[in-house]
């Protein structure tokens, strides 16, 4: 046994199989030191969170503070990210990295107020959690030490876990059977392990849990009207909500027409290739919206950076980057880049797929008068060669010294 100095540590309790251990773990490693269980809102299943407080107290935990974060999580931490459109490795709309900065934070808030001197989470050595928790942690409250079970303890399987519960007589509701490990909050359920080890293997039913199959899906296509100001989705079908009601309302949506599935073999920042399975219904509508508006608004070198800004944000998001210099410059650029971002949009949804049908902006920079193949009386066709000339000058020079150097 050993103390370290420890008297206090706030966890980031989930009321599943580890956190469900690591709480008599703790007060049986480090002498003397009392648990104090946090658990944070960010839209997870309800049926997650009930009795959570008294399960954290039946584990040993001397407090539960029960945070709800769901309007923050989506206004202050997905809205942002949306605004930038990063997408990691093309594919992957964030929504376990998102969520974690904000997390770190309400277990910072919680130390502080009950006066804990350590943080402790429940993330494995082979994932990214780990990087992004304490690296919030860091820049957040330094003094505080950090623990990491995962990194410390000699159990190493479900069932060890099981076992050692059951020693201890504390109840749970995991069992063997629970192959898969999932992740939930407002945004998104990912889904990993079990059938999906294998990148051969075909996902099965199993392992989608919010959306249709798209082959199941209703036959008839449900249009839906997303309404954009400064590159926030900010009414649905003519109705103003918050950004957390936004995506509830999309969400059903999207479920509803199989729409945001993604399977994906992506690179964890630990060098680890993994395989899981992402819904992400209501953001990736909200995602088309977006870009829907942008076409019309941004022109072409604004375009291109907001592409990079997103590039680079899905990297700093990703790797856990979120209270770092660099996230809040990158957020500076893709706010600025928003400021005209207005409109509304008419999307599709059909058998999992988005299409935007409609696209206005009062701020638009399509004009007919130019783009039409008809008649039109303000472009003068002649004035292109002029410009040919000048933007392939360089090739032209180019070639040119080639003859001289071959003659």
């Known amino acids: 046994m050993q103390n370290h100095g420890i008297k206090k540590v706030v966890l980031a309790y989930s009321g ?32 997650d969170l009930q009795g959570v407080e008294q399960k954290a107290l039946r584990s040993g935990a001397i407090e539960c503070h029960v945070v709800d974060l769901r309007e923050e999580f989506i206004r202050d931490y997905v809205y942002p990210v949306l605004q930038t459109g990063a997408l990691y490795e093309e594919t992957y709309l964030l929504g376990t990295s998102m969520a974690r900065p904000l997390i770190a934070k309400a277990l910072v808030d919680v130390a502080k107020k009950v006066g804990a001197d350590a943080l402790c989470h429940g993330a494995t050595g082979k994932g990214n959690d780990q990087v992004r928790f304490e690296s919030a942690w860091a820049a957040l409250a330094p003094e505080l030490k950090v623990i990491a079970p995962w990194r410390e303890w000699n159990l190493r399987s479900r069932e060890a876990l099981l076992a050692y519960l059951k020693e201890r007589d504390i109840p749970t509701t995991a069992t063997l059977e629970k192959i898969y490990s999932r992740d939930e909050n407002a945004w998104h359920i990912s889904t990993e392990g079990g059938v999906l080890e294998s990148p051969w293997n075909a996902p099965n039913k199993d392992c989608w849990v919010w959306t249709v ?25 003519g109705e103003a909500l918050s950004p957390f009601q936004c995506l509830e309302k999309l969400n059903a949506l999207g479920a509803k027409h199989g729409v945001g599935r993604v399977d994906i073999v992506e690179n ?10 992402y819904e992400t219904p ?27 800004v997103g590039l680079e944000m899905s990297y700093v998001v990703y790797d856990g980057r979120w209270f770092a210099p660099l996230r809040q410059s990158l957020q500076a650029a893709a706010e600025s ?3 005209e971002v207005n409109g509304e949009v008419v999307l599709r949804l059909y058998k999992g797929q988005v299409t935007a049908l409609q696209k206005r902006s009062p701020n638009s920079l399509y004009s007919e008068e130019f783009a039409t193949f008809g008649e039109d009386e303000v472009y003068d066709h002649s004035h292109a060669g002029g410009f040919i000339r000048l933007f392939s000058l360089s090739s032209r020079i180019r070639a040119l010294n080639e003859k001289k150097q071959q003659g």
Do not use: F, H
């Not at 964890?268 to 399975?277: D, E, N, Q, T």
């Not at 942008?294 to 022109?299: G, P, T």
């Open 213 to 237: 199959d798209p082959l199941e899906a209703p036959d008839k296509p449900e249009l839906v009207t997303i309404s954009v100001e400064k590159g926030k989705v900010v009414a649905v079908n």
């Open 337 to 339: 880049l928003a400021e």
């Open 16 to 47: 599943g199989l580890d956190t469900s251990a690591i709480i008599p773990w703790l007060k049986e490693t480090y002498e003397g030191c009392e648990v104090v269980a946090c658990v944070v809102d960010i839209g997870q299943d309800r049926d």
């Open 282 to 308: 209501g953001g990736t509508i909200m995602m088309a919206a977006l870009r829907g508006v942008e076409q019309l608004v941004l022109d072409r070198d604004s375009y291109k950076w907001r592409q990079q």
């Open 268 to 277: 964890r920042l630990v060098g680890i290739k993994s395989r899981g399975c």
